[in-house]
């Protein structure tokens, strides 16, 4: 099997499935981080839920009476961005979405827009 990507020049070279296009550092350090955080909320939904009710209960006084909530959330969030299991999963999805925009310079979330399916 054999992918497009992009060599250093912005050409687009012919990638095995054993090979990967090369990221720039604000993919590596900014943008697959910024997936990480997103996919970990949705994996933390539930302490994140319980954090902002407390937050919203507490008003003012949220920092003393929310310590454990926070705890709990940080704890499940930091498990998932030291996970290098879970980086290389999204690394691996930032690249397909890249690879598809090369493809078709339709945005990834323009992409998972659904269509009417009438008119």
């Known amino acids: 099997m054999h992918r497009y990507g992009e060599n ?3 050409l687009s070279v012919c990638l095995s499935s054993s090979e990967e296009p090369h990221l720039r550092h604000v993919e590596t350090d900014v943008l697959i981080p910024k997936m990480m955080r997103d ?9 994140v839920e319980a954090f902002n009710h407390c937050c919203k209960d507490s ?9 454990e909530e926070n705890s709990a959330l940080k704890e499940c969030l930091t498990l998932h ?10 690394k691996q999805e930032y690249i397909q979405e890249k ?9 990834a979330k323009n992409r998972k827009q659904k269509l009417p399916t009438s008119m």
């Not at 996919?39 to 302490?47: G, S």
């Not at 008003?59 to 310590?67: I, S, Y």
């Open 81 to 90: 961005y030291t996970d290098k299991a879970f980086f290389e999963e999204c």
């Open 99 to 107: 690879l598809e925009y090369e493809r078709t310079g339709i945005p």
């Open 8 to 10: 250093g020049d912005g």
């Open 39 to 47: 996919k970990a909320r949705e994996l933390c939904a539930e302490k």
């Open 59 to 67: 008003g003012v006084l949220m920092v003393f009476k929310c310590r």
